[in-house]
């Protein structure tokens, strides 16, 4: 399963060449920028934070990716839209134009005051294109990992299941010492808090895991 997703979701942001960069209204958002696996390392790192920390050793999963399946899946519904809305509409248009929509003197020109569509004029406003799909996809993904979030609460289920399982089989062993009412109610509250943790901490890693403000490993 997560061979399939792990191929669409932007891994890092490395400069494409023209030809491979599609023209306006085809998503860019899968095919130009995924070459690294360093977010692939980060969003294993997740995981098996979260199966290491919040999940007792007897009912730990043996692909602790499953987790991220629900974000993953959202993901690839909606990043291509977002990244098309976010590149195309917002900033870099079909024709390079003037304010009044008037081909300019000297056109195509990358620096026109209407900044261009096309794959030159991406590949010379390479920067600004890359903190654009990196902004787009932190949003995308931060939204989908906060609390509340139907996303987020399909992750946090399958985790509390597998807590409690793992709780379960340990208070088999252990009920003498402590009630299960009792330490089922902390192990609750620390499963969503840690979660919340580890969820939290998503963008500043990817900010990271790309070399800071200026994307420097990501581009």
């Known amino acids: 399963m997560y061979r399939r997703y792990h191929q669409r979701i932007p891994k890092a942001l490395h400069k494409p060449h023209a030809h491979h960069l599609p023209k306006h209204g085809k998503c860019i958002s899968i095919q130009p920028f995924p070459s690294s696996s360093s977010l692939d390392i980060q969003r294993h790192a997740q995981a098996n934070q979260i199966n290491m920390q919040l999940i007792l050793a007897p009912a730990r999963q043996q692909n602790p990716m499953v987790y991220f399946s629900p974000v993953l899946e959202a993901y690839n519904?909606?990043?291509?839209a977002g990244l098309e809305t976010a590149i195309f509409l917002h900033y870099f248009h079909g024709k390079c134009q003037d304010a009044n929509g008037v081909d300019p003197p000297g056109c195509p020109n990358p620096d026109c005051p209407k900044v261009c569509g096309t794959p030159g004029s991406l590949i010379h406003f390479?920067?600004?294109?890359?903190?654009?799909?990196?902004?787009?996809?932190?949003?995308?993904?931060?939204n989908l990992t906060t609390p509340g979030s139907k996303t987020y609460n399909q992750?946090?289920?399958?985790?509390?299941a597998d807590a409690n399982e793992g709780q379960r089989r340990r208070m088999e062993n252990l009920s003498r010492i402590m009630p299960l009412r009792?330490?089922?109610?902390?192990?609750?509250?620390?499963?969503?808090d840690g979660l919340?943790?580890?969820m939290?901490?998503?963008?500043?890693?990817?900010l990271r895991t790309c070399g800071g403000s200026e994307l420097s490993l990501c581009s």
């Open 155 to 160: 992750v946090l289920q399958a985790v509390r």
């Open 196 to 198: 919340k943790k580890i």
């Open 182 to 192: 009792s330490r089922g109610a902390i192990n609750v509250k620390n499963t969503q």
């Open 126 to 142: 390479y920067p600004t294109l890359a903190s654009i799909v990196f902004n787009q996809t932190i949003g995308l993904l931060a």
């Open 200 to 206: 939290k901490k998503l963008p500043s890693i990817m």
């Open 77 to 80: 519904l909606t990043a291509c």
